[in-house]
């Protein structure tokens, strides 16, 4: 998928065509995903991820070569360190899309020790896979499987010491109510300053708008096909989610884009929300 044009970064919610509205319209004439489907969904969430990886294996995901454009965060070098290497969290990591190109990128520059990575994923099989790759150095990187949503993640990584944290594509997988959980673990492992980067779905992305009747489990949340969810954000409540919970928003804005496959000749506008956030000095 080739970018038509440049991003555009905006803090005003998409205005919807007449055609959009009736998407949402029709997704809404059967209601909301019975109560017990709903429940079972929650249930089965890692289960259900760990088959995407059986089925998928480390095909599906592209390799994440845009984030250090997107964040520069990711290149600096933090000042007086006291000799100590600086350390990355990627939440979610599925099957390292976005810390073994990060690894490689570090290994061709003088200093291939930047940062000390931790990686986590709800499902084991996807943890296997990071473990399994070529790339992999203990001394380097530590892969583990947790819920991040639980206090699981307070057995892998000291309170306090982390300089960066990734939460790219991750959230909009977890139940809302447990956003805020998510959110106060990472507050919790951050360095007073340290960095959320995060990128998720934007509210009236594509995606959205072409889920069928059905899939609909509350507002902006649905199921897709192979029983994961996905939620879509606005701007305003993820900048509420993390104030609420001593960040300060650094920045925080959709980001509207253009692609275009070439082989199928599809014009494909995306909506994501991208934002950093720094843990507030206590």
Known sequence: MEPLEPDVFTTHTKELS???????????????????????????????????????????????????????????????TGGDKRTLFEV???????????MEEQTNEEDNRRFHFYACDFSPRAVDFVRSNPLYDSSRITAFQCDIT?????????SGSLDVCTLIFVLSAIHPQKFRDVVQNLCRLLKPGGLVLFRDYGLYDMAQLRFKPGNK??????????????????????????????FE??????????????KEGVDVPRIFLQGKFRKKNL
């Open 150 to 158: 639980t206090q699981q993640v307070h057995e892998h990584i000291p």
């Open 217 to 246: 489990i509350a507002e902006n949340l649905y199921v897709r096909q192979d029983g994961t969810r996905s939620y879509f954000f606005a701007q305003e409540e993820v900048s509420q989610l993390f104030q609420e919970n001593n």
């Open 92 to 102: 979610g990591c599925g099957v390292g899309n976005l810390v073994f190109p990060l």
């Open 18 to 80: 007449a055609a959009d509205k009736q998407k949402l319209d029709e997704q809404n004439k059967r209601g909301f995903v019975p109560e017990f489907k709903a429940n079972k969904l929650e249930i089965d969430a890692q289960r259900n991820w760990d088959i995407f990886y059986k089925r998928n294996e480390t095909r599906f995901f592209k390799d994440r070569h845009w984030t250090t454009r997107e964040f520069q965060e990711l290149l600096e070098d933090q000042e007086d």
């Open 249 to 262: 928003i650094i920045t925080n804005a959709y980001v509207h884009r253009r692609t275009l496959n070439l």
